[in-house]
């Protein structure tokens, strides 16, 4: 375990989910004030990064594998400085290039910062290291929206395009900067096929965390709006959506800070067995909602869960990985979350139009719940003699 090289890697990793915090408040108001969008086209411009990632997530993974997570994640962050130069592009040409860049910026840097992370830890400790990881996600995405609010009321909306620029470059320089992150010539793996992009190894932990993600999705999009249907949240049912998902990020944030060794100690598969428990009840109790007291408390139990569920799945797929091709297995788990996170929004939607938001909370608590299947049986543990 290397300490600082480990914080450098966190560095990178916040560098851009920074950007990716700042946009949250901004872009939707740049949009229909500057540009005159509607809903639609605001939908459209915050999930479109999203699309981009997906697709070129493979892709990304493989380069990491073939160059070294350094190099490949310091190109991504880079690629993700470009949006903020976009911004300056007037209409939405501007807007295209600069959540497409952002897009292919995201993922590269997150399959292979990752993957790093991985390569620093020791076997024993691989999953309290993908829950640090998280963190710096996390981090990112909290603080972000305020540092994004400050941006546009003191230097309009050119600060904040300004900021963008900037702090994946800092990323950027750092990745490079580090010498663990550099792979030899005679260890360089050779690009995959396109049959090969998406590893066999990933295919049931990613398909459990798509699961997983669908709780997030559905939490994100409709917390607000099933407590205004349910009379709840007094006379602001948008403050107090905010406070429900800001006590499931805490949640997530202390229980990684404070259980990183869970997924170590228990091992992968029982650790998101216990864990996709949790985050179902904590959805059922949100669908529940007879009162403020019990929809925060389906927040906490929501983040617990999910705080230990998205490390031990992708334990589970990095120790089941070829280790020359482990940007690639990340690169495809985290796609997996994508898609859940996507469907949990979509589909959530649509469960919500003939069954209510509270309909949307329990398809989303079944599929945290369908989790063990999607494992298979427990396995058996050795008695020693």
């Known amino acids: 375990m290397r300490p600082l090289e480990f914080v450098g890697v966190l560095t990178v990793s916040m560098s851009v989910f920074l950007v990716m915090g700042v946009v949250t408040p901004v872009l939707p108001q740049y949009v229909r004030l500057e540009l005159g969008g509607g809903s639609v086209a605001v939908g459209f411009v915050m999930g479109g990064f999203a699309i ?4 070129f997530r493979p892709l990304a993974g493989s380069v990491s594998d073939r160059f070294g997570p350094g190099p490949a994640a310091g190109a991504g962050a880079l690629v993700a400085c470009l949006s903020g130069l976009a911004y300056f592009i007037p209409g939405y040409t501007g807007v295209a290039l600069a959540r497409a860049s952002f897009g292919m910026g995201e993922a590269m840097m997150t399959s292979a910062a990752m993957s790093w992370a991985v390569a620093l830890a020791p076997p024993q400790r691989r999953g309290q290291m993908l829950a640090w990881f998280g963190l710096s996600i996390w981090a990112g995405l909290t603080i972000g929206p305020q540092i994004g609010v400050a941006l546009l009321d003191h230097g309009g909306y050119p600060a904040v395009w300004t900021f963008i620029a900037l702090s994946p470059l800092v990323g950027g320089a750092v990745a490079l900067s580090l010498r663990s992150g550099r792979r030899p010539l005679a260890e360089r793996a050779e690009f995959p096929s396109l049959r090969q992009l998406v ?3 990933v295919i049931r932990p990613g398909l459990a965390m798509l699961l997983g993600a669908v709780g997030e999705g ?5 917390v607000i709006l099933q407590l205004a249907d349910r009379g709840l949240g007094g006379s602001n049912p948008g403050a107090a959506g905010a406070r429900v998902y800001t006590i499931f ?6 229980l990684r800070l404070l259980g990183g060794r869970i997924t170590d100690s228990l091992g992968g598969s029982a650790a998101a067995r216990i864990s996709s428990g949790f985050e179902g009840l904590g959805l059922l109790l ?4 007879p009162s403020m007291a019990v929809v925060l408390t389906g ?3 929501t983040g617990a869960g999910f705080a230990v569920l998205f490390p031990a799945l992708a334990l589970l797929a990095v120790n089941r990985s070829d280790e020359r091709r482990r940007g690639a297995t990340i690169a495809a788990f985290t796609a997996f979350y994508d898609i859940g996170f996507a ?3 979509t589909i959530g939607g649509i469960v919500a139009s003939f069954a209510g938001y509270r309909g949307a909370f329990f398809y989303a608590a079944a599929a945290a719940l369908a989790i063990n299947a999607m494992l298979g049986p427990p396995a058996r543990r050795r008695i020693a003699p």
């Open 343 to 345: 469907a949990g929004g």
């Open 299 to 301: 927040a906490v139990t």
């Open 218 to 222: 559905v939490l994100t999009a409709f």
């Open 249 to 254: 990020g805490l949640a997530v944030v202390v």
């Open 199 to 201: 590893p066999r190894t």
């Open 52 to 55: 981009v990632a997906l697709v």
């Open 286 to 289: 949100i669908g529940l909602a």
